[in-house]
């Protein structure tokens, strides 16, 4: 058997444990793994492309055969550029595989000779997803466990009005968190 190189596309905005999770399963089988990152044209993404870059270069430093890159285009075409032979996505749940395997189906009709291999990340990052992560840190909302430090700490940046607003309304700080006191009083 020939080893492997694979590609494991994906949006990655923002990375989560559920990724990083994947990354390191696919780490393990295949010889390489690219993690390509797609240039998103038509969404609008909460991390730019170069913090993303940047954010899963250093998540995945450790790992010797896994490169971190950016693509655009049709993902079957860069994998083809890279001669990537199969294609890494990951499957939490039931929910996922109707996308995912419409997803696989096209890539196949598109490319013949790719072929899309899924894994399942642990468990524990069964309900995570980069939607719902934005979605927390937005609302000022903890993500601690969901993903990585460096990606909690870029969010804490980037939404650092959202998080004062929430920890003031947690301490009674906030105009509304005094209004709430006030009724209750009366
Ligand atoms: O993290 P995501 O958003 O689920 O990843 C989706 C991704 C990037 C794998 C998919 O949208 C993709 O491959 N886009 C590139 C354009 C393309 O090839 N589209 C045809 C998919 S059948």
Redesign the pocket.
Known sequence: MKPVSALY?????PPTNG?LDLIERGAKIFEELVV???R?TE?SPMFSLAERLEMLKTLTAHLKNVRIEA????????AKSIDATC?L?GIRAVSDYE?EL??????RK?EPTLETVFMMPADKYSYVS?RLVREVAQAGGPVKGLVPEVVEQKLREKLEPAYRFHDEMQEGRAPGAKEKKRKRKS
């Open positions: 596309p994906g949006s990655f905005d990724h390509g990152i797609l998103n969404k693509f655009h285009g049709l993902m079957v075409e860069y294609v996505r996308y419409q997803m696989a189906l096209m890539n598109l980069s």
